[in-house]
């Protein structure tokens, strides 16, 4: 009999999986130009930046880091190498940088760097036919602006986890432009500034949709767990979250269980380590949830497929009020400590 449990049952056995997300906020290397009208990183402020990235990357300690807004694919493997950490793999397609590679075009890139064993990973680009819409002014959407990460990684102790990182399209208005990058309306109109905001949420209503059929495919009717994270550049309740995660339909259908997300700030288990300052940006004075950690029902304790749970939500915010240097990120950063039950070892009488 175990000398704990007067039944005889031994304690649950636990493996943990820390992932963490972290928009990065325009790293690219010195000298590179990235937004017209922004300056170049001088080497004194790409060494700033890549030391900041590194401390933080080295406090989250996570065994799965998910990034946006990488321009140059080797200026994230310099952060990560002030870190310490050792990751087996740093990836961000579409921003590497070699012979003939000049990292991210037009928008920076979504990436992942990982000590756990790869299995597969694909930049998710193209919408579902079903997904595609009309956008004002641009015409048919079908592509993600930023395309998602998908990597199919195998936990500490062999069990497989789909990973997805996302940086869906912001709220910014989105103006008409020429192909040389040049205004083709009048932002200061208030009637144009309404209209250009319909279409940046359309674009990420689009993004969000086809999101949500990717998740359907990866979970309908299997047994691997996914973990969803990233810049959603909308709050968890927002229709766009929603439309990823279904959480309310599965609050009322036990079936929509199978392929719902859930955040992890609503279900860890540690309750007593919440805190009621959660924000990850700052918007105009105006605290926001913009980054965020999506589980399926594997991860979710007493569900009926559960594997585990969320041990504890943190989100490292302190440096939102440390003035604006880009240097720094606009963003906080969210870290989930997951939790794998472990099979029952025999117990001796």
Known sequence: MHPNDPNGASPPRWATLTVATCNVLNLAQPGRAFYAGQDPYSEAEHGRKLDWLGDRFKALNADV?????????????????????????????????????HGAQ???????????????????????????IEIPG???????????????????????????????????????????????????????????????????????????LKVVELLHRTQTPLVLMGDLNDGPHSVTTQLIAATTSAAYDK?????????????????????????SHIHLGFPEVLDQVLVSEEFVGGQRRSIGDVLRLDVFNDHLHEGRDRSRSDHGFVRAVLRVRLPDTPTTS
Request: net charge positive; aromatic share 4%.
């Open 65 to 101: 880091l998910a990034v946006q807004e990488v321009w140059d694919e080797v200026a994230l493997r310099g952060a990560v190498a002030r870190s310490g950490l050792r990751y087996q793999l740093v990836s961000v397609p579409g921003a590497e940088n070699g012979p003939g590679q």
């Open 138 to 212: 641009l015409g048919r959407h079908a592509r993600f602006e930023r395309p998602p990460l998908l990597a199919t990684l195998r936990m500490k102790h062999g069990q497989r986890v789909h990973v997805l990182t996302a940086h869906l399209k912001s709220k910014r208005p989105k103006f008409l432009q020429d192909d040389q990058g040049r205004p083709l309306e009048d932002p200061d109109d208030p009637r144009v500034a309404a209209v250009a905001s319909v279409r940046s949420l359309l674009m990420r209503a689009a993004e969000a949709t086809a999101l949500r």
């Open 255 to 279: 079936g929509a269980r199978d392929t719902a997300l859930y955040n992890a700030w609503d279900v860890q288990v540690g309750a007593a380590l919440r805190r009621d300052v959660a924000y």
């Open 106 to 132: 037009g928008t920076p890139r979504v990436g992942l760097a990982t000590r756990l064993p790869l299995e597969t990973i694909e930049s998710v680009t193209d919408f579902p036919a079903e997904a595609a």
